[in-house]
C-alpha cells in the first residue's frame, strides 16, 4: 500500500511563507513526476507546480516567482516552499506523484489526503 502524507499547511498572513512537505511511502518501485495541486472553495482542482525525477520544474502562472519546488528522491519527499503568499492562494494542497509500485507493470498517479493553507489579509 502506498501512502502520500503531506505536512506544514496552517494559517499565515499575506506576504507571509509556508513550506509544504510530502512524503511516499510503502512498497514504491519508482517515483516519476511529483507535484502539487490546489483546491480553493467553489473552484476546480488546479496545478500549482511539477517536478521530474530529473529535476525539470513547471509551474502555474499565477505562483511564478513565488513558489519553488523541489524533491529529495533518497527520502521519497516533495517539497513545496512559497513566499509572498497571499489570500488568493488559500485552498487546500494536494501532493500527487505518479509512481509505480512493486506490484504494478506500470505507474500509475496517487494523491494525498490535502492540506489547508489559509492566507489571511
Known amino acids: 500500500q502506498v501512502q502520500l502524507v503531506e505536512s506544514g499547511g496552517g494559517p499565515v498572513q499575506a506576504g507571509g511563507s509556508l513550506r509544504l512537505s510530502c512524503a511516499a511511502s510503502g512498497r514504491i518501485f519508482s517515483i516519476n513526476a511529483m507535484g502539487w495541486y490546489r483546491q480553493a472553495p467553489g473552484k476546480q482542482r488546479e496545478l500549482v507546480a511539477t517536478?521530474?525525477?530529473?529535476?525539470?520544474?513547471n509551474y502555474a502562472d499565477s505562483v511564478k516567482g513565488r513558489f519553488t519546488i523541489s524533491r529529495d528522491n533518497a527520502k521519497k519527499t516533495v517539497y513545496l516552499q512559497m513566499n509572498s503568499l497571499q489570500p488568493e492562494d488559500t485552498a487546500v494542497y494536494y501532493c500527487?506523484?505518479?509512481?509505480?509500485?512493486?506490484?504494478?507493470?506500470?505507474?500509475?498517479?496517487?494523491w494525498g489526503q490535502g492540506t489547508q493553507v489559509t492566507v489571511s489579509s
Open positions: 517536478i521530474t525525477s530529473d529535476g525539470s520544474t
Open positions: 500527487n506523484a505518479d509512481l509505480r509500485t512493486v506490484t504494478q507493470p506500470r505507474s500509475s498517479a496517487y
